[in-house]
Every structure is written in structure tokens, then in C-alpha cells.
């Protein structure tokens, strides 16, 4: 398996530009996470899907962030407008919940995000 | 709710050197509990995991032993390694499918 995908890698963008992360789950999860990371926050959780549906938005910081997932296959976290403090690296997880059990969550590589 | 807590770094270390980052929970039942890694520019990564107490998850010569009495699941290794720099998560599940993550153990390995 691939793996979760995330595209861009990197991405460097102007303050109050539109930015758009897009990540592609393993095949089969039906649990997506955002995530963003900061030296001075840590890893934060911005909102997760389950089987599509948005289950905790409760992270978004506010409502310049939304998030969709259309399909089982396919997720985006869009910036609208960006700003500077919103330089971060961003992280897709999915997972697989059996039996009622949380599993494993498994990463991407991420996207480091710089706006100036 | 869950929470963890974990001890913080960083921690600097010379090669061979015992490693222990404690980590410990609240938490409603007995739920899964995971270490997870990141290494420098990568994403999280799964290190070892424990589904019950008294369960001991391994890997890479890294160990964690489930410990519902005093409520802790720490990580230990017992000769570190310079390729074993990285950052270093405690984590367990919440209600609705997500895990709680601890603040995070930067561990640094000198030669």
C-alpha cells in the first residue's frame, strides 16, 4: 500500500491568498484526521471524518479553514485567506476502527506551509 | 475525557545510554495505548502499541509495558542510538474514533 498521500509537500503562498491541502487516505480507512503542527503549539488536531462525514470540526481554528471529503478517497483543507500565523506543517491520518476499537493511525508525510 | 501526560525534553543522551520517557493516563476503561515516533521532516509513525494491561508492545528494541496500577505506559530502551533521534508521542484513544496525543519527548542521541 502507497501509504496516505498528501500533495503539496511544500507550499509557500502570500497572505490572503486561497490555499488548498489535499490528501488521499489508505484504501479501506474509514477515519480521516487533519492535523497542523507548530514549535509553539504542538500537534493540534483540526478536525477528523468518519465513513465522509465530519465528525469534530471543534479544532478548526476559525472559519477561514474548512475542510471537505467527498469521497472515501479523497480530502481538502482549505485556507481562505491565509495568513502568516497559519505557517505550520499540516498532517492527513486515517485509520480503521474494528470492534469498536481505536486503531492505528497512520500518517502522511505532511505539508509544510509558509505564508508570507 | 482520556488524557496523557508525558515528561518533558528535551532529552539529550550519548549512544548506548538507557532511555526512559514516561509517559502516564486517565482514562475511562482500559483502552489501547501507543508510542508513536517522528523523525526529523517526516510524518508520525507508529512504534509499538499496547491493547490490554500487563500487555508489553515492542519494537526496534524499544519497550513499553501497560501498567493499569500506576496508570503508565513508559518507554524504554536500553542501549539508544544516534538514528534514534526523533520526537517521541505517548498516546491513547477518545471517545469517537480519535487518539489524544502527549505534548511530545524530543530526544536527542549523541555519538
Known amino acids: 500500500d502507497a501509504g496516505v498521500i498528501q500533495s503539496p509537500r511544500h507550499e509557500v503562498t502570500e497572505m490572503g491568498q486561497e490555499v488548498t491541502l489535499r490528501c488521499k487516505p489508505i484504501s479501506g480507512h474509514d477515519y480521516l484526521f487533519w492535523y497542523r503542527q507548530t514549535m509553539m503549539r504542538g500537534l493540534e488536531l483540526l478536525i477528523y471524518?468518519?465513513?465522509?462525514?465530519?465528525?469534530?470540526d471543534s479544532g478548526m481554528p476559525e472559519d477561514r479553514f474548512s475542510a471537505k471529503m467527498p469521497n472515501a478517497s479523497f480530502s481538502t483543507l482549505k485556507i481562505q485567506p491565509s495568513e502568516p500565523r497559519d505557517s505550520a506543517v499540516y498532517f492527513c491520518?486515517?485509520?480503521?476502527?474494528?470492534?469498536?476499537?481505536?486503531?492505528?493511525?497512520?500518517f502522511g508525510p505532511g505539508t509544510r506551509l509558509t505564508v508570507l | 475525557g482520556n488524557s496523557v501526560t508525558q515528561m518533558e525534553g528535551p532529552v539529550t543522551l550519548s549512544e548506548e545510554a538507557f532511555l526512559t520517557i514516561n509517559c502516564t493516563y486517565t482514562?475511562?476503561?482500559?483502552?489501547?495505548l501507543f508510542w508513536y515516533v517522528q523523525y526529523p521532516g517526516e510524518g508520525l509513525q507508529l512504534l509499538l502499541k499496547?491493547?490490554?494491561?500487563?500487555d508489553k508492545g515492542s519494537n526496534k528494541g524499544f519497550e513499553a509495558t501497560y501498567r493499569k496500577e500506576t496508570t503508565s505506559f513508559h518507554l524504554e530502551k536500553g542501549s539508544v542510538q544516534v538514528s534514534d533521534s526523533a520526537v517521541y508521542f505517548c498516546?491513547?484513544?477518545?471517545?469517537?474514533?480519535?487518539?489524544?496525543f502527549g505534548q511530545g519527548t524530543e530526544l536527542s542521541v549523541k555519538p
Open positions: 482514562a475511562t476503561g482500559y483502552p489501547s
Open positions: 491520518a486515517s485509520s480503521l476502527r474494528r470492534e469498536g476499537h481505536t486503531d492505528t493511525q497512520y
Open positions: 471524518f468518519n465513513n465522509n462525514v465530519p465528525i469534530d
Open positions: 499496547a491493547t490490554k494491561a500487563d
Open positions: 498516546a491513547l484513544p477518545n471517545q469517537g474514533g480519535k487518539l489524544i
